[in-house]
């Protein structure tokens, strides 16, 4: 298993974990086959004395010295021993430590893998606190977001040495895995591009605000120097990637396969649909029904939809599909925005339907193929993403995604709602595919507001259209710039290729503006 391991073309680009043995709770959440396991098998070749390389390819490893202490780990995996009730988990653990009753006198690590499958797993969280807390470094994952809220409320004060922790991960023992960005993927797949990425400090959020803070800024006149030295190296090598990006998502298993063989092949859509079918299951949830809601959300990618109207399309009632969309969400696979009125700055319009968005391309194709009947799904995720009536939509869908990355990195915390920070916008008659309200959390990135847009306090309202076309039209122009005008600041308008600086907007290529994202 180590040699698979290590053998990856992709490595996840999420938080790491450092090798601290405190007595804390950790969680790490994000959708299914993201890598959470494979990441926490290397942090337990870490723990058992092997130095971990990252190369190119895939990891070197080595043997090194045992760490210094009596440190042991414990790895319990839920879905393999087939744990079901909070009661077994709690059990299994409890029978580890008295046949080994040796591991609970030192420091320790306890992993238990997919912990919220387990029914009623906070309780399963807080028996573990209770025998093992004092001297152990629990990390527990899950696909599920809606867990940690209840993990926070259920562990209250009881999370261990959290203070400690949030000296060495800021953001806290909460860690939430996504899908990699496209800044990410590139960095992996290109030394090249990843090396200026790094020399020109956009894989840092403070030079990406900046640079974002200045287009936005109305007494800038020109591109950063950044872009263009980047559009000039790399740009089409760009477009080929992010051509590939739309088909393999930010998946790392699925990226590897892709680049590895050219395809992907049809088992690897199955294996993810029937994981999110079973975690459905789990919750007595009806496949169906979950077929059905999911189908017409994609259909419906970039145009507002109401829950009753999807009842209505798919003749069930609207808690029933309430219940199924709600699932969909907490388990990494759906995301939605409420309507923003620019004009009367006002949220939540009563009688706006929201908006949906896939948390990842290959998650669109993966569900696509299972309710449209294809048995093809690769050849068919290649004409959607070429096709004119569709490749919008995948746009669309990809920027979304992409800003509930940057408002999460910008708040420091997964624990914030991104749909308090992204809209999709009203402008009298017209719309504007998004409104971002950007978090002002960071004195860094207050002063930049204050010092590039004039804004005092608070934070900017920044609206965005997205077309796949090499400009904007002129029909969609109309509306950002009266966006423009009513919040002060420079729209952003981006395309599939063309780049230029105007006085109320600015349009950037797709795979430049998710570089700074």
């Given at each position: 298993?180590?040699?698979l391991?290590t053998?990856?073309?992709?490595?996840f680009?999420?938080?790491?974990?450092?090798v601290?043995?405190?007595?804390?709770?950790?969680?790490v959440?994000g959708?299914?086959?993201?890598?959470?396991?494979?990441?926490?098998?290397?942090?337990?070749?870490?723990?058992?004395?092997?130095?971990?390389q990252?190369?190119?390819?895939?990891?070197?490893?080595?043997?090194r010295?045992?760490?210094?202490?009596?440190?042991?780990?414990?790895?319990?995996?839920?879905?393999?021993?087939?744990?079901?009730?909070?009661?077994?988990?709690?059990?299994?653990?409890?029978?580890?430590l008295?046949?080994?009753?040796?591991?609970?006198?030192?420091?320790f690590?306890?992993?238990?893998?997919?912990v919220?499958?387990?029914?009623?797993?906070?309780?399963?969280a807080?028996?573990l606190?209770?025998?093992?807390?004092?001297?152990?470094?629990?990390?527990?994952?899950?696909?599920?977001?809606?867990?940690?809220?209840i993990?926070?409320?259920?562990?209250?004060?009881?999370?261990?040495?959290?203070?400690?922790?949030?000296?060495?991960?800021?953001?806290?023992p909460d860690?939430?895995?996504?899908?990699?960005?496209?800044r990410e993927?590139?960095?992996?797949?290109?030394p090249?591009?990843?090396?200026?990425l790094?020399?020109?400090?956009?894989?840092t959020?403070t030079?990406?605000m900046?640079?974002?803070?200045?287009v936005?800024?109305?007494?800038?006149?020109?591109i950063?120097?950044?872009?263009?030295?980047i559009?000039?190296?790399?740009?089409?090598e760009?477009?080929?990637?992010?051509?590939?990006y739309?088909?393999?998502?930010?998946?790392?298993k699925?990226?590897?396969?892709?680049?590895?063989?050219g395809?992907?092949?049809?088992?690897?859509?199955?294996?993810y649909?029937?994981?999110?079918?079973?975690?459905?299951?789990r919750?007595?949830?009806?496949?169906?029904?979950?077929?059905?809601?999911i189908?017409?959300?994609?259909e419906?990618?970039?145009?507002?939809?109401?829950?009753?109207k999807?009842?209505?399309?798919i003749?069930?009632?609207?808690?029933t599909?309430?219940r199924?969309?709600?699932?969909?969400?907490?388990?990494?696979?759906l995301?939605?925005?409420?309507?923003?009125d620019?004009t009367?700055?006002k949220k939540?319009?009563?009688?706006?339907?929201?908006?949906?968005?896939i948390?990842?391309?290959?998650?669109?194709?993966?569900?696509?193929?299972?309710t449209?009947?294809?048995?093809?799904?690769?050849e068919?995720?290649?004409?959607?993403?070429v096709?004119?009536?569709l490749?919008?939509?995948?746009?669309?869908?990809?920027?979304?995604?992409?800003?509930?990355y940057?408002t999460?990195?910008?708040?420091?915390?997964?624990l914030?709602i991104?749909?308090?920070?992204?809209?999709?916008?009203?402008?009298?008659?017209?719309?504007?595919?998004?409104?971002?309200?950007l978090?002002?959390?960071?004195?860094?990135?207050?002063?930049m507001?204050?010092?590039?847009?004039?804004?005092?306090?608070?934070?900017?309202?920044?609206?965005?259209?997205?077309?796949?076309?090499?400009?904007?039209?002129?029909?969609?122009?109309?509306?950002?710039?009266?966006?423009?005008?009513?919040?002060n600041?420079?729209?952003i308008?981006?395309?599939?290729?063309n780049?230029?600086?105007?006085?109320?907007?600015?349009?950037?290529?797709?795979?430049?503006?998710?570089?700074?994202?």
């Amino acid at each position: 298993e180590i040699e698979l391991l290590t053998k990856r073309t992709v490595r996840f680009g999420g938080q790491e974990i450092p090798v601290i043995a405190l007595p804390v709770v950790i969680t790490v959440r994000g959708p299914r086959q993201i890598g959470k396991t494979t990441f926490l098998k290397l942090l337990i070749l870490r723990l058992l004395g092997y130095d971990i390389q990252p190369l190119k390819r895939g990891y070197l490893v080595k043997r090194r010295p045992r760490i210094a202490g009596n440190l042991n780990v414990i790895y319990i995996d839920c879905d393999k021993l087939g744990i079901e009730e909070h009661r077994e988990l709690i059990s299994v653990a409890e029978s580890v430590l008295r046949e080994h009753s040796e591991i609970s006198k030192g420091k320790f690590y306890l992993f238990v893998d997919e912990v919220t499958n387990v029914r009623n797993w906070s309780r399963a969280a807080k028996g573990l606190v209770e025998i093992a807390l004092s001297s152990a470094t629990i990390i527990l994952t899950g696909s599920h977001s809606l867990d940690v809220r209840i993990l926070s409320e259920t562990l209250a004060g009881r999370r261990g040495e959290e203070r400690i922790f949030r000296q060495a991960i800021p953001s806290g023992p909460d860690i939430e895995y996504l899908p990699l960005r496209f800044r990410e993927y590139v960095a992996n797949l290109n030394p090249g591009i990843r090396d200026l990425l790094w020399d020109l400090g956009l894989m840092t959020i403070t030079k990406r605000m900046e640079l974002l803070t200045d287009v936005l800024s109305l007494k800038t006149t020109d591109i950063p120097s950044e872009l263009n030295e980047i559009k000039i190296k790399y740009g089409e090598e760009l477009e080929r990637y992010f051509y590939n990006y739309l088909l393999t998502g930010g998946i790392p298993k699925v990226i590897d396969e892709y680049y590895s063989y050219g395809s992907i092949d049809s088992s690897t859509y199955e294996t993810y649909i029937e994981l999110v079918l079973k975690d459905a299951y789990r919750l007595g949830l009806s496949e169906r029904v979950l077929l059905d809601v999911i189908r017409e959300i994609i259909e419906s990618i970039s145009s507002p939809i109401g829950i009753a109207k999807i009842a209505q399309k798919i003749g069930l009632g609207r808690d029933t599909v309430f219940r199924h969309i709600e699932f969909l969400e907490h388990a990494f696979v759906l995301m939605y925005l409420y309507p923003y009125d620019i004009t009367k700055d006002k949220k939540y319009i009563t009688g706006m339907p929201r908006k949906y968005f896939i948390i990842d391309p290959f998650i669109i194709h993966a569900f696509r193929a299972k309710t449209l009947g294809f048995t093809t799904p690769f050849e068919i995720s290649k004409e959607y993403v070429v096709s004119p009536s569709l490749r919008g939509r995948l746009f669309e869908n990809v920027v979304a995604a992409h800003l509930r990355y940057l408002t999460r990195e910008v708040a420091g915390t997964p624990l914030y709602i991104y749909n308090e920070f992204i809209y999709y916008g009203k402008v009298n008659s017209g719309e504007i595919d998004f409104v971002v309200h950007l978090p002002a959390y960071r004195k860094s990135i207050r002063k930049m507001y204050r010092e590039k847009l004039g804004i005092v306090s608070g934070a900017p309202y920044i609206p965005i259209e997205v077309t796949s076309e090499e400009k904007i039209d002129r029909r969609y122009i109309t509306s950002l710039v009266k966006a423009s005008s009513a919040k002060n600041i420079r729209g952003i308008a981006v395309t599939s290729k063309n780049m230029g600086i105007y006085k109320t907007f600015v349009e950037i290529p797709i795979h430049l503006f998710l570089l700074l994202i």
